[in-house]
């Protein structure tokens, strides 16, 4: 799964509050090395960290409008910083 098919993923489901996605290439497990984790509900205990090694970008979708297509949607893209 790349970064846009898991921003699809969150933008298609109006209960999805953030997702994170990470391309772990560099990493020796074997398989897939992708991934995209998305949230529903209630982010709790959530805090902003710098960047830099451990911490991967978390994108907060907040109600509003999709400037680019200028169609409504059910949320529109933050950047934030989620550490491992």
Same mark, same amino acid.
């Given at each position: 799964?790349?970064?846009?098919?898991?921003?699809?993923?969150?933008?298609?489901?109006?209960?999805?509050?953030?997702?994170?996605?990470?391309?772990?290439?560099?990493?020796?497990?074997?398989?897939?090395? !992708?991934?995209?984790?998305? &949230?529903?509900?209630?982010?709790?205990? !959530?805090?902003?960290?710098?960047?830099? +090694?451990?911490?991967? !970008?978390?994108?907060? &979708? +907040?109600?509003?409008?999709?400037?680019?297509?200028?169609?409504?949607?059910?949320?529109?893209?933050?950047?934030?910083? +989620?550490?491992?």
């Amino acid at each position: 799964m790349g970064e846009r098919a898991c921003a699809a993923e969150c933008s298609s489901n109006c209960s999805c509050v953030a997702y994170a996605y990470a391309n772990l290439s560099s990493s020796r497990a074997n398989g897939d090395m !992708t991934r995209c984790l998305v &949230w529903s509900g209630e982010l709790i205990d !959530t805090e902003k960290v710098g960047e830099g +090694l451990g911490s991967d !970008t978390i994108y907060l &979708w +907040l109600a509003g409008l999709d400037a680019e297509n200028q169609n409504s949607i059910c949320f529109d893209p933050v950047d934030g910083v +989620l550490s491992d």
